[in-house]
């Protein structure tokens, strides 16, 4: 079955740097891309970037432009999402989903990385 | 960026009611437009693609309608589980954005 799995939580500092990892498995992960979405308590969901896993293309949500970085290593289907200089405004659940952001859908998740910004 | 709207921001049902909630977008977004439901805890789940396109293994009882700037998700015979808040997304132009969210609660 088709499976995103998500790095565990993570505590960071104001200024800091944090790296989520989401491992995919159960189909072709060059065919698909994969977004990044996150959710801040209470909130609605954000998208925030989308990375083709067979181009490497990528587009980013303009308020995190400079701050975030997606990547892919296709020889293990792991996708990789890196936000620097951390503000508490970033403490959220950050999910991978399988799918393109536009003309498409998000298809399948993985489980959420909490992410807590705090001094 | 695109706003979506949704209404009611909360509704409280029983066993076996039908349900509407409804979206709006800012601008028309043809019928490119997704609805999620979300249980505490847990991502969202994909519930219909494109409108009205019944994601693999949803029940039928979840059924979604309308194109241009309005739109509606429908649940007939609301089941224990689909107690939850849903929510939409337009996937017409960059950035995807999502609505506030409706929460179904039990009556």
């Known amino acids: 079955q088709i499976q995103l799995v998500q790095s565990g939580a993570e505590v960071k500092k104001p200024g800091a740097s944090v790296k989520v990892s989401c491992k995919s498995s159960?189909?072709?992960?060059?065919?698909?891309?994969i977004s990044w979405v996150r959710q801040a308590p209470g909130q609605r969901p954000e998208w925030l970037a989308w990375?083709?896993?067979?181009?490497?293309?990528?587009n980013y949500a303009q308020s995190l432009q400079g701050r975030l970085t997606v990547t892919t290593d296709t020889s293990t289907s792991t996708a990789y999402m890196e936000l620097v200089s951390l503000r508490s405004d970033d403490t959220a659940v950050y999910y991978c989903?399988?799918?393109?952001?536009?003309?498409?859908?998000?298809?399948?998740w993985g489980q959420g990385t909490l992410v807590t910004v705090s001094s | 960026d695109i706003q979506m709207t949704q209404s009611p921001s909360s509704l409280s049902a029983s066993i076996g009611d039908r349900v509407t909630i409804t979206c709006r977008a800012s601008q028309s977004i043809s019928s490119y437009l997704n609805w999620y439901q979300q249980k505490p805890g847990k991502p969202p789940r994909l519930l219909i693609y494109a409108a009205s396109s019944l994601q693999s293994g949803v029940p039928s009882r979840f059924t979604g309608s309308g194109s241009g700037t309005d739109f509606t998700l429908a649940i007939s015979g609301l089941q224990p589980e689909d107690f939850a808040t849903y929510y939409c997304?337009?996937?017409?132009?960059?950035?995807?954005?999502f609505g506030g969210g409706t929460k179904v609660d039990i009556k």
């Open positions: 159960g189909y072709t992960f060059a065919n698909y891309g």
């Open positions: 989903a399988r799918g393109i952001p536009v003309a498409g859908k998000l298809d399948y």
């Open positions: 990375l083709s896993a067979y181009t490497r293309n990528t």
């Open positions: 997304q337009q996937s017409f132009i960059l950035p995807p954005t």
